[in-house]
């Protein structure tokens, strides 16, 4: 059963010599200044990884939104270029079953080349997307990475300053003693 501060400051002076009553004040002090530092960091800890998380999930729902769109925007232009090289040949063979073509004279490499290139364009803009959705992934990882040594860092200096105030406590119980 977890006692109040005033309570525990109580009880200790209640059961013993001036300097043990004082000694174990200040252990008690010491270890409530602990343990609300421990709460602390493991609840600022859950908070910053909830961050990271919402923030990986915005950025990879981002990322499949724009190459979503990118997909569906590359497959509307290659649909009406192909929609229209369809018509096109269509016509095509309409002159040519009425006999004003000879569909033997004529030369489809143009038409080939141009679908190739199409091909070509449509890779290369792809691979371009996907390298700037990349860099994207990587710089959010380094600001996530950033983040975290910067809390890294706070939790150290924290840390650092519960190690001082024992120290101090250390001291302090010391010269009471010697009093």
């Not at 010599?17 to 004040?25: I, L, P």
């Not at 229209?84 to 080939?112: C, P």
Request: glycine fraction near 4%.
């Amino acid at each position: 059963r977890e006692q109040s501060p005033s309570r525990m400051l109580n009880s200790s002076v209640l059961s013993g010599g001036q300097s043990a009553r004082r000694g174990n004040a200040w252990h008690d002090v010491l270890e409530i200044c602990k343990k609300g530092f421990a709460n602390k960091m493991s609840t600022l800890g859950q908070e910053i990884l909830q961050d990271v998380r919402a923030e990986v999930q915005t950025s990879s729902d981002q990322l499949r939104q724009e190459m979503q769109e990118m997909l569906e925007a590359r497959e509307k232009s290659a649909n009406a270029k192909m929609e229209e090289l369809l018509n096109n040949m269509r016509k095509v063979v309409d002159l040519a079953s009425t006999g004003y073509v000879d569909l033997t004279k004529l030369d489809f490499s143009v038409v080939i080349e141009e679908i190739r290139s199409s091909m070509r364009r449509n890779e290369e803009a792809l691979a371009q997307e996907t390298r700037r959705l990349e860099q994207r992934v990587e710089n959010s990882m380094a600001m996530m990475s950033q983040e975290w040594q910067k809390f890294a860092s706070w939790t150290e200096a924290e840390e650092d300053k519960m190690h001082r105030l024992a120290d101090r406590v250390a001291k302090s119980e010391q010269r009471l003693d010697k009093v």
